[in-house]
């Protein structure tokens, strides 16, 4: 590395295969469906106002990261003593409008007027996703007068995909 000052060594980014293939086509090609299926549903109305048209994403923060490489002397053993289960993570679902209205997040331990959801896991599951969208976001999109249908985008997670029973 001294012998190329401009290298350094990293830990990559990971990224999901599907993603990688992405293409500017495809992306044209899903907002052409999109629109497709907005004005067969007779919703295309919805693109009027940007209030009506929401986009939600989680991620997951670990209770009880990993740490990195820390720098010690040779010959000596360095320990992180953990305090929780390096398993246990807190789910955050963000859901903005595209006027830049935000929906209160659904998080563990939160203040008082944001919506709780919680799992065994600590992973966003059906169950609290339903809980979130039947509850916390319809009550929301009420209480700030937001016309309904709305276009509700979220990522593809399987655990965002309620199945009726």
Not at 114 to 137: H, P, Q
Request: glycine share 8%; net charge positive; with cysteine.
């Amino acid at each position: 590395m001294t012998r190329h000052p401009k290298l350094v060594l990293k830990n990559g980014e990971t990224l999901e295969k599907y993603r990688a293939q992405l293409t500017q086509e495809y992306i044209r090609s899903w907002f052409r469906d999109l629109k497709t299926f907005l004005t067969e549903s007779k919703a295309l109305n919805i693109v009027d106002n940007p209030s009506r048209m929401l986009n939600a994403d989680e991620t997951g923060f670990r209770l009880c990261p990993k740490t990195g490489r820390v720098l010690g002397l040779k010959g000596h053993n360095l320990y992180v003593v953990k305090t929780g289960n390096e398993k246990e993570n807190l789910t955050v679902l963000i859901t903005f409008t595209a006027d830049g209205g935000l929906c209160p997040p659904i998080i563990d331990s939160v203040p008082s007027h944001w919506i709780l959801g919680k799992s065994d896991t600590g992973w966003m599951r059906s169950e609290v996703f339903y809980e979130f969208v039947a509850n916390g976001l319809n009550n929301w999109l009420e209480k700030e007068n937001i016309q309904k249908p709305v276009l509700f985008l979220v990522n593809g997670h399987k655990s965002h995909v309620i199945r009726s029973k």
